[in-house]
């Protein structure tokens, strides 16, 4: 399958001198076309992420690498962003909740970032990766078991690819069901743009962060406040939302493309090469963070022909570095971008791997007659310039392949880890503009984790 355009002026909807838009229809419709014209400005290239916001974008895998490592001089710190402080940055701009500063790991450096990493990677460190396994063909075929409209049809990046993290992701937080529920309902509206979401999130963790402080569990909550770091239940917060945030919808993004791959790339359909191979290709050639990792240098800093200002950010092409036409690449090794690299590389790759691929083979293991609806290259991609994500991923197929029963007769049971009945207190200081007051709740239609501890249950 061919992977890159090649065009020798600017992409479409594109004109040229000025900076090249990483959003909107254009860029959706053919991002490798919009890298490889970047290439020709350099190893950078000027780029707008949202109206009216600047940046320079990191095309070069070696340059990227670089700045990657090199956190004295590129720090991620994005009270620094100068255009931010001189108030040139709308404040409703879509931009704000991907780069604006929070008090976690991902914006931290030094001492500071080092002590809020080390409470994350202990608490992943802790995840038993044979349960997360299960718990992630659990969550699977729940979802595959609620294919009904029309019988034999799936669209798969909502109904599958997408709230499949989240699920996993609510079971490994420990999150009981109605909690888990609202903090699905939070991260989904922050990459949507749901107004009252962030409130709504921020509100649902530091509810369920009391109730593990109360009630610690084998899960990674409770693994992160019992750190020797000491967070703070606020910091707690932030490091989840960084978790959930960085874990979920680039997670997702990785399960739709595989699974697209997988059915429609005929080197995947054949057989001849597995799930893990299809899970490597794309983090190599559709990197599902595509452009993201901002760098604000504390001086003016010349790459190449260009000179990166003091304050302005910097992004890294994560997509446009893995594809890099002057690296060689070999999709059976580590050395793509996908999970970053240096002191901010994502700490959760190896959990990710393991849910990506599970996630894979359950869905062809459950519909092993599943086929496209439409040709791989008629498939459409997101608009953003975050993540490198499908729109829809259309299948059909027959009847699924029945679950497997276990001795007790249970089909295809493992106990459930979230807490099923005790719900979270509320928490005085949390923010409730959006969040449900304990009376209306047992009014609200249950969400999808209520839905999936019912069925892991039996009831």
């Known amino acids: ?35 490889n014209y970047l290439r020709t400005f350099g190893p950078t290239a000027p780029v707008d992420i949202a109206e009216g916001v600047e940046a320079t974008l990191v095309t070069n895998y070696q340059v990227a690498l670089a700045i990657l490592k090199d956190s004295a001089t590129f720090p991620r710190d994005s009270r620094n962003w100068a255009a931010l402080q001189e108030g040139r940055i709308p404040a409703d701009s879509p931009a704000l909740p991907m780069m604006g500063w929070r008090p976690n790991a991902l914006f931290a450096d030094g001492a500071a970032h080092a002590r809020l990493r080390a409470a994350v990677t202990g608490s992943l460190e802790a995840i038993d990766v044979q349960l997360l396994a299960r718990q992630t063909q659990q969550a699977a075929e729940y979802l595959i078991s609620q294919f009904s409209s029309p019988v034999g049809h799936a669209e798969l990046v909502q ?32 990459f949507t743009g749901t107004p009252g979401a962030d409130q709504l999130l921020g509100g649902s963790l530091l509810e369920l962060i009391a109730l593990k402080r109360r009630h610690p569990g084998e ?7 019992t750190h020797q770091a000491g967070l703070t239940d606020e910091e707690a917060m932030h490091q989840l939302v960084t978790m959930l945030s960085g874990g979920t919808a680039p997670l997702a993004a990785a399960i739709s493309t595989c699974i697209a791959l997988m059915l429609g790339d005929d080197k995947y359909a054949m057989g001849r090469l597995s799930v893990e191979d299809a899970v490597s290709e794309v983090l190599w050639n559709y990197a599902p963070i595509a452009n993201y990792a ?16 003091a304050n302005d950010p910097v992004l890294i092409s994560f997509a446009a570095a893995n594809t890099d036409p002057n690296e060689r690449r070999d999709f059976n090794g580590q050395a793509h971008l996908a999970f970053g690299a240096g002191p901010h590389a994502c700490p959760a790759k190896d959990p990710a791997w393991v849910i990506a691929v599970k996630a894979v083979e359950t869905l062809l293991n459950r519909l092993p007659d599943v086929e496209l609806r439409c040709e791989f290259s008629a498939l459409a991609w997101n608009q953003e310039p975050w993540t490198r994500s499908l729109v829809t991923l259309p299948v059909r197929f027959t009847k699924p392949a029945p679950l497997p029963r276990r001795a007790d007769g249970t089909a295809g049971a493992v106990p459930a880890a979230a807490p099923a009945v005790e719900a979270a207190a509320p928490v005085p200081s949390a923010p409730s503009a959006a969040s449900p007051s304990a009376q209306e709740a047992p009014r609200r239609r249950k969400g999808m984790f209520s839905r999936l501890v019912e069925w892991i249950n039996g009831e």
């Open 294 to 309: 901002g760098h604000y240098p504390v001086m003016d800093v010349k790459v190449g022909d260009r000179v990166l200002r």
């Open 1 to 35: 399958m061919e992977h890159h355009a090649d065009i020798g002026g600017p992409p479409p909807g594109g004109p040229a001198q000025e900076n090249v838009k990483l959003y909107g229809q254009a860029f959706g419709a053919d991002p490798e076309a919009h890298y």
């Open 159 to 190: 109904e599958y690819a997408g709230p499949l993290p989240l699920l996993v992701f609510g079971t490994l937080f420990g999150c009981p069901p109605e909690l888990g529920d609202r903090i699905i309902t939070g991260i989904t509206g922050i």
């Open 219 to 225: 899960d990674v909550t409770s693994h992160l406040l």
